[in-house]
Structures are given as C-alpha cells and as structure tokens.
C-alpha cells in the first residue's frame, strides 16, 4: 500500500508515496478511495477520459482529485483503475488520463474538498512522495 492515513486535528491527511508522478496521482486516487471507504457496485462498469492542466503538478493533483470527489458525490460514480499521462511545457502541466469504475455501492466517509494546505509534491529517495489534506 503506496499511501497511510495521517493524523490530523480537524480533517484527513494522506502521505502517498511513489516511484514516478504519474504513479503518485494514481495512488493518491486509489488513496482517496480508501479513505472514504468507497466500493463500487456490482455489474456494468464505466470509463472517461480526463483533460486537465495546471501551473504545477501540485495543482494538477488538486484538480484531479477533486474530479474524482465530483465524480463520487454529484454522479455516483467511483473510478479505480487509472492510466495517467503527464507532460509538462513552457506554461503548463497536462494531464490525460483514462479512468474505468462503476456506480458508487457505498462510501462510509464523505470528503467535501481536496485542499492545497501544506501540500507539496517531494523528490525522495524512493521517488515521489506528497501529504493531502481533505476538508471533510
């Protein structure tokens, strides 16, 4: 498991962990999923492909994971398997991923926001690692 839950006074943190970036987004997600304690239905499933871009990798992951928590809360949709593709230019990140899930069964916690207090994507000696705050 790439990611633990962090104690945090008022809402949830997440340290994940992992060898690349796009890597560290698909753990974050599966992460994010864990904390909620999300469980997809049964039966036909579905797939999306998201376009995003950000200033930074950090509000990249913001971006994406809050499509996600979208996704969870207006949709009833939960996405757990994810194929990310970062690139980076002069101006901008970009992210083009494409997601497979199904309709949400249940989710025990509700995140409201993924938010930017203290975060901070890290190199690390085993690759990439970063803390995510969720308002709750």
Same mark, same amino acid.
Request: net charge negative; with cysteine.
């Given at each position: 498991? &790439?990611?633990?839950?962090?104690?945090?006074?008022?809402?949830?943190? =997440?340290?994940?962990?992992?060898?690349? =970036? @796009?890597? +560290?987004? /698909?753990?974050?997600?599966?992460?994010? !999923?864990?904390?909620?304690?999300?469980?997809?239905?049964?039966? &036909?499933?579905?797939?999306?492909?998201?376009?995003?871009?950000?200033?930074? @990798?950090?509000?990249?992951?913001?971006?994406? =994971?809050?499509?996600?928590?979208?996704?969870?809360?207006?949709?009833? +949709?939960?996405?757990?398997?994810?194929? /990310?593709? =970062?690139?980076? !230019?002069?101006?901008?990140?970009?992210? !083009?991923?494409?997601?497979?899930?199904? &309709?949400?069964?249940?989710?025990?916690?509700?995140?409201?926001?993924?938010?930017?207090? !203290?975060?901070?994507i890290r190199?690390?000696?085993?690759?990439?690692?970063?803390?995510?705050?969720?308002?709750?």
């Open positions: 498991m &790439p990611y633990e839950e962090l104690f945090h006074t008022a809402d949830w943190c =997440l340290r994940v962990w992992a060898d690349d =970036l @796009p890597s +560290l987004f /698909v753990e974050a997600a599966r992460g994010m !999923n864990a904390l909620m304690q999300a469980r997809p239905a049964a039966g &036909p499933g579905t797939r999306r492909t998201l376009h995003l871009s950000a200033p930074d @990798p950090e509000a990249l992951l913001v971006a994406f =994971l809050s499509e996600l928590v979208f996704a969870a809360e207006q949709e009833g +949709l939960i996405f757990t398997d994810f194929q /990310v593709k =970062l690139s980076e !230019n002069s101006e901008e990140w970009q992210l !083009n991923v494409h997601m497979d899930g199904a &309709p949400l069964l249940s989710a025990t916690k509700i995140i409201k926001a993924v938010t930017y207090h !203290n975060l901070r190199p690390t000696a085993r690759g990439y690692e970063v803390e995510i705050v969720f308002d709750v």
